[in-house]
């Protein structure tokens, strides 16, 4: 299902895996959860960092947070849901209300001020997507 490193952490951790029909329920009965999205470990290598980081964010906030791991075969789905555009993502939810998403791995500091003002938020839908917009003028016809 997962790496052996990301196996051993859901174990020893008792990190609940979640698929997409039972993310719903398993949030709404946790409170604040944050759900990692992995993404491919085989190519990614920011995944074993999340895994291992994880757990550790849980502890600093003291319990206030639940953990919880994507099922590998629905994340392409959660990631349309919950609108992020890179892996690994941590996505934070209450009652199963979308409270924001850090993608990718970040310095410690910047996850416990980014994770404070995530769960000081109220519940909202998930940012839409934007496109890079381009540049439609100069140099677009040109041929290389």
Not at 35 to 43: A, F, T
Not at 56 to 61: G, R
Not at 104 to 127: K, N
């Amino acid at each position: 299902m997962f790496s052996p490193l990301m196996d051993g952490i859901v174990e020893r951790e008792a990190i609940t895996v979640v698929d997409e029909a039972g993310l719903d329920a398993f949030a709404q009965s946790h409170g604040d959860v944050v759900l990692m999205v992995s993404g491919d470990y085989k190519r990614l290598g920011e995944v074993h960092d999340v895994a291992v980081i994880l757990p550790e964010l849980v502890k600093a906030f003291e319990g206030r947070l639940t953990p919880a791991i994507a099922a590998p075969e629905d994340e392409r789905a959660l990631q349309a849901r919950f609108r992020f555009t890179a892996f690994p993502s941590l996505v934070f939810l209450r009652e199963g209300a979308y409270l924001g998403v850090i993608s990718r791995v970040l310095d410690w500091t910047d996850y416990l001020r980014e994770i404070s003002e995530i769960l000081a938020r109220t519940p909202s839908s998930p940012p839409s997507f934007e496109f890079p917009r381009t540049d439609s003028g100069a140099g677009a016809d040109a041929v290389h």
